[in-house]
């Protein structure tokens, strides 16, 4: 196997692993397809739940029935220089979103310019999206590259998380894994009630692979991994699968799943006879891995995180 998945990697190190749109080279190997540049609509179409792995738009305030709770502080900060802080444009644009019915505190709609909230407790949601008020707060999309081991520290002296944040002054933590032998996008953090969320089962957060595999994948692949293959610790499958690229003797396609447990997506293409020789993860929720190099990283920006955090319930 080890032999099988080293053969399978590209011989260009250098070469940039993610691809968000579909397309790329399954393998450094003889007789694998040719093309690595992105083409629109290559490969076959999805199959499987339409919705899976799709990020759901954020709800837009609806107007209540009925009295609603007084969400107003006394001895607080208006709401529109709150929201201003927060990136959202001047106080006269803020003060727009709120008179238009777009803005929430704690749940309830507000319509009222002269509100007061306290920024370190209020919930505030704007056209359904949370807008994170702690400015201390930081979350992190990191490209992690081949043989780094999914640790802020390690203590067999193995590459580490840590370097690519070593000039950050918080102190993050990353959220899931990937293995080591694995690539991709991997969130770092210093929120842990996103972190948690994000992590719980709960949630369903979709993770979307870019899997290379030995030999040609046959039709009724996709059969065994919607429906579901028996695992030594229980049955698993995907939420969506296609079929990017494929040669009689290796394949790309791309899954969608939820699920998190121990090198999931590489044991369930072992047992139905394709091993994968790279695995590349290019979306969590929302988050794209886009076009950022192995080993770089960058700061989610405001409509990014309040779209994550929605989508957790945040």
């Known amino acids: 196997m080890s032999s099988a998945r080293e053969g399978g990697r590209p011989a260009a190190r250098g070469q940039r692993s993610e691809n968000t749109s579909g397309t790329g080279r399954p393998g450094g190997r003889s007789g694998a397809p040719r093309s690595s540049a992105p083409r629109t609509g290559a490969g076959r179409g999805w199959a499987g739940d339409a919705q899976a792995g799709k990020s759901k738009p954020p709800r837009r305030p609806v107007a ?23 990136g959202l444009g001047s106080r006269r644009a803020c003060e727009d979103l709120i008179a238009a019915g777009r803005v929430e505190v704690d749940g309830v709609l507000v319509r009222e310019l002269g509100v007061r909230v306290d920024p370190e407790t209020a919930v505030i949601h704007v056209d359904g999206m949370r807008i994170q008020l702690d400015q201390s707060l930081v979350t992190i999309a990191l490209n992690k590259p081949l043989g780094v081991v999914s640790t802020m520290h390690d203590p ?24 080591a032998d694995s690539e991709g996008l991997l969130l770092l953090t210093n929120d842990g009630e996103l972190a948690n969320r994000l992590s719980h089962p709960k949630y369903e957060v979709s993770k979307t692979y870019l899997v290379s595999v030995e030999g040609r994948v046959a039709g009724n692949v996709a059969n065994k991994l919607l429906h579901g293959i028996e695992l030594e610790d229980g049955p698993a499958k995907v939420d969506r699968y296609r079929v990017v690229d494929t040669t009689p003797q290796a394949s790309m396609v791309e899954v969608v799943l939820h699920e998190g447990r121990h090198r999931i997506v590489r044991r369930m293409f072992e047992e139905i006879g394709h091993p994968v020789t790279r695995l590349v993860r ?33």
């Open 156 to 179: 067999e002296g193995r590459p580490a998380l840590t370097q690519f944040v070593a000039t950050r002054p918080e102190r993050l933590f990353h959220v899931g894994r990937l293995d």
């Open 282 to 314: 290019t979306r969590i929720g929302s988050i794209h891995l886009g076009n950022l190099r192995p080993g770089a990283t960058r700061v989610l920006g405001r409509t990014e995180l309040g779209t994550l955090m929605s989508e957790v319930g945040l």
């Open 64 to 86: 209540p029935k009925g009295p609603q709770p007084d969400v107003h502080v006394a001895d607080g900060v208006r709401l529109q220089k709150v929201l201003a802080t927060a």
